[in-house]
């Protein structure tokens, strides 16, 4: 079993900066996958950003060039450096890690951009 546990959300206005952070507990070894989606209510979960063990990343088209996921092996934890942040950018942000087959969430955090 893998725990997510996201920090980091808030209130900033248009174009400021906020950085999530994710630490995962529990078996940490062998997750391959961690990053991060956001979803707006009533609407599908959708991607912002993931990076592998081997630190691939892959970005939404939507937060390329402003946002950029990074990850620590060691302790388990994942980040998303939000910059130039736009109002479409408002929605509650989810920690994923995928460890054998097996995805895990966090509970999510919430990033509000006021415009």
């Known amino acids: 079993q893998v725990q997510l546990v996201e920090s980091g959300g808030g209130l900033v206005q248009a174009g400021g900066s906020l950085r999530l952070s994710c630490a995962a507990s529990?078996?940490?070894?062998?997750?391959?996958?961690m990053g991060w989606y956001r979803q707006v209510p009533g609407t599908q979960r959708e991607l912002v950003a993931t990076?592998?063990?081997?630190?691939?990343?892959n970005y939404a088209d939507s937060v390329k060039g402003r946002f950029t996921i990074s990850r620590d092996n060691a302790k388990g934890t994942v980040y998303l450096q939000m910059d130039s942040l736009k109002a479409e950018d408002t929605a509650v942000y989810y920690c994923y890690a995928r460890r054998i087959l097996v995805s895990y969430w966090g509970q999510g955090t919430q990033v509000t951009v006021s415009s």
């Open positions: 990076i592998t063990s081997s630190s691939g990343t």
């Open positions: 529990g078996s940490i070894f062998s997750i391959n996958t």
